[in-house]
């Protein structure tokens, strides 16, 4: 066989590989929820379908791809875009380095992506709220959080590396350590911002930030105590 045709022969298999979905019996699901995944060991990048038994699935459930801490298997997910709701602890204690939300997604659930290895994570403007501990230890440096997110719990993004962060005009409340244990050297609080919780921004590299008027609620322990505060 000549080296051109092992070469053609080795592209073929390659794509066959990259696009190999995973088996339909891997999900548990029930009225278009996936509800557990059970094949941790032997298929750890996933994509999940769209459809399952004629239904589409619309939601990923509570603690659907959860694993014990320092269990944690899957190394990627492809989320389909006919998915509106992601549980608490859908993806908790995996390996997960990237994760892509679709457009069609509008919750994410309290500890939905937490303890990870996440490095990129992109949040469509479709998401309205999301979770307490969403995305807590993780390895995220950046994070555009959209104007049609009107509410982010308390840890959402706590234990992260995030060195800058905008805060959408869409938010009211700054939950307590919302942005705790990051790298932050500058944060961009709006005028929409009412309160400013415990610990949000606390474990930092800030040394100053500028608090707009319009918080009328600042947590003495929101910020480190060597960081000065700024109201105008």
């Not at 859908?90 to 990870?116: M, R």
């Not at 400013?196 to 105590?225: W, Y």
Request: net charge negative.
């Amino acid at each position: 066989m000549s080296s051109s045709m092992i070469s053609f022969a080795i592209v073929i298999f390659t794509s066959a590989v990259s696009l190999a979905t995973t088996p339909m019996d891997c999900f548990e699901s029930s009225s278009g929820k996936i509800v557990r995944y059970h094949c941790f060991e032997s298929e750890q990048n996933v994509e999940i379908p769209a459809e399952i038994n004629g239904l589409p699935v619309v939601a990923i459930g509570n603690g659907a791809f959860y694993r014990l801490p320092g269990d944690g298997k899957l190394k990627s997910i492809k989320i389909p875009n006919s998915i509106t709701s992601i549980g608490n602890r859908a993806f908790a204690f995996n390996s997960l380095a990237e994760v892509i939300i679709p457009n069609s997604v509008v919750t994410i659930g309290d500890s939905a992506f937490a303890w990870n290895q996440i490095q990129k994570a992109v949040i469509p403007n479709s998401v309205t709220a999301i979770g307490n501990s969403a995305f807590e230890h993780n390895e995220l440096t950046n994070i555009v959080i959209p104007n049609s997110v009107q509410s982010i719990g308390s840890y959402a993004f706590n234990y992260n590396s995030l060195n800058q962060i905008s805060i959408p005009n869409s938010i009211s409340a700054l939950e307590p350590g919302v942005f705790n244990r990051n790298d932050l050297t500058e944060v961009l609080i709006p005028d929409s911002v009412k309160s400013i919780g415990e610990l949000a921004f606390t474990e930092n590299h800030l040394t100053s930030v500028v608090v707009p008027n319009s918080v009328l609620r600042l947590h003495r322990n929101s910020f480190d105590s060597n960081v000065e505060v700024i109201r105008k």
